[in-house]
């Protein structure tokens, strides 16, 4: 194999495959990136089992084939490189990187080594906008648990109807969103890893076309701008969200989103590093009062509002009070209660295309 690519491309390239590379393996194949040079372009592929990422830049091929090099290693090496024209060719222990009057070399692993990746997925198909794609994925993915205790809940349900609903949760804290689908091959419901949800959104780049997810077998693919990610799906039961998000309250409260974020940021510096990052919110008649106390000190500060209900006082997490109400667009937001002890949502106030549960902390001081 010999090819000759702009350095610039193939650093972008060997950045976006290596967010697939195993990182703690005992098979070395699985932190490789393989390169296989055909025609008039070089394909690079990574994959740690789970994810599996190819990206395709041109190059002037010479001589085509195929070679595994080590992923870290050459992704390093390579982003030194993004103003040169690179050469890379076998030898008989490796590849030769060639650049200006300098060169290296780089130890390799045969090709057929490398794990066989199928991009032959298109049983059922999913189209929808990319800008809404991204949208949707931005405001779940990271309520997904980061644990390995419940394997499932470390991605997102996707249900396609008559539109997409995107559920994610990790014991404490839930994520709801919906997006318009313009076009479907078959009602479905799929399990995708956050990880790979994220690995989709950096690859959409044009917010006005349009973007196809394939699922067959477990698997999911999805392709944009010469770079492809191939998924594992996971399976198992998912919470089912009509079990766990009330549909009537006794408190609602409409506020200022900046507001409200304001104070509970001040109310979170004191409590910065506490095991539950803990934040009281006291509903009065026409406001609510933010309070934290630490070993260093306390806040406590009021933020007009809209009540309805009767009033009460709850304590949560502030991370995730401060994660709901960030991924809310609008200017105001509608926060609904049962109670102190009961899980609490938080919406936008005009359109409801996505909501947030979370769990309040019991017999908070």
Do not use: W
């Amino acid at each position: 194999m010999k090819f000759v690519c702009d350095g610039l491309s193939l650093s972008e390239a060997v950045l976006k495959v290596s967010k697939a590379c195993a990182a703690r393996t005992t098979a070395p194949i699985m932190e490789c990136i393989k390169l296989s040079a055909f025609g008039e372009e070089v394909a690079l592929l990574a994959t740690d089992g789970e994810l599996s990422i190819r990206k395709t830049i041109r190059a002037e091929i010479f001589e085509e084939g195929e070679i595994c090099v080590p992923g870290k290693l050459f992704s390093d090496f390579i982003c030194k490189l993004t103003g040169e024209e690179i050469s890379i060719a076998t030898c008989e222990k490796g590849v030769e990187i060639k650049y200006r009057d300098a060169g290296t070399f780089m130890q390799s692993l045969p090709a057929e080594e490398f794990p066989a990746i199928s991009f032959e997925i298109g049983e059922n198909s999913f189209t929808m906008q990319q800008a809404a794609l991204k949208k949707i994925i931005s405001e779940t993915t990271f309520c997904c648990a980061q644990d390995d205790s419940r394997p499932v809940l470390k991605g997102c349900l996707m249900e396609f109807g008559d539109k997409l609903e995107m559920v994610a949760l990790d014991g404490y804290r839930l994520a709801l969103a919906s997006a318009a689908i313009v076009s479907k091959s078959g009602e479905k419901s799929i399990i995708c890893p956050a990880r790979t949800l994220s690995e989709i959104a950096k690859m959409l780049e044009k917010d006005d076309e349009e973007i196809t997810l394939f699922a067959q077998g477990g698997m999911l693919l999805v392709s944009a701008e010469g770079t492809t990610v191939v998924s594992r799906l996971y399976h198992g039961d998912f919470i089912r969200k009509e079990n766990v998000i009330p549909n009537q309250f006794t408190t609602v409260v409409t506020i200022a989103k900046n507001e409200l974020i304001a104070s509970v940021e001040r109310a979170a510096v004191l409590i910065r590093g506490d095991k539950n990052n803990l934040v009281t919110m006291a509903i009065d008649s026409d406001c609510v009062k933010v309070t934290s106390v630490s070993d260093f000190g306390n806040v406590d500060e009021s933020v007009k509002a809209q009540v309805d209900g009767v009033e009460m006082t709850i304590s949560m997490n502030a991370k995730y009070l401060l994660d709901a109400l960030r991924a809310l667009e609008e200017e105001n937001v509608v926060l609904s209660f049962n109670g102190p002890v009961s899980p609490f949502i938080l919406q936008n106030q005009g359109v409801k295309e996505s909501l947030y549960l979370i769990l309040p902390v019991r017999n908070a001081a």
